[in-house]
């Protein structure tokens, strides 16, 4: 029985595959065409804000190969400060929750609260001086407290796809942040850059979580970590 000549088939295959014997189906393209897609870059973002703090956004899905190489989101933060889900505690005090609940503790007296016994303008009352109770506001700081921002790289628990997948965070201006965590003013904008560091497929899983922390200038020990516009 004469042989075929299997060249053909052979060059077929290279030219729709590649001449690698890794032929791995996430590396194909479909088409010949090596037109790479378009995304949110740093000039033109995806859009959001956050007016609750602390907030995480959470960001999934892949990037590269094919698809956008870089994506972008301009996080606008406007956090008047009156809507908390936490307490931020002060220096030298503790945060403390009032509720309907009953915890019997020996040595102890149980006691009431009745706001309406300490009317407005009122300091003391029949020796005892009135406590003001505070919602779970942003705390009083002279001259502005910063907010953290951080960015957290959670990976997808494959360590030839996670070292290859690039985090930043951005300032205001567009330029780099040196750090994955910053502090920033309650009022500000910034970005974040989700890079793809290699010629494949990479799925990824971000969160970038505001609002941990709402500390003065003073109490942050690098301060290069502050956004650089909002540097004194």
Known sequence: MPHSDVTPEILRNHIAYGASDYNNSSNYGASKSLNYAKGPSIS???NQHCTVVPHT???????????????????RVAAPGDVVTVCYEAFGWECAMFGERVIEETGYDLAVVNESLCPEGTTDLDGYNCANTLGNNLPY?????????????????????????????????REEHEYNKMYVRQFSDFYVGIHARNTKRLPFKVACVIGVEYISYESIEDKNMIMKSQRP
Request: aromatic share 16%; charged share 25%; proline share 2%.
């Open 44 to 46: 033109r973002p995806d």
């Open 57 to 75: 956004f959470k960001y999934e899905g892949d990037i590269g190969l094919f698809g956008t190489e870089n994506y972008f989101t301009k996080i």
């Open 141 to 173: 700081i002279q001259e502005g407290g910063f907010l953290s921002v951080e960015l957290k790289n959670m990976g997808v628990n494959n360590q030839f796809i996670d070292k290859w997948l690039d985090v930043r965070l951005y300032t205001d201006q």
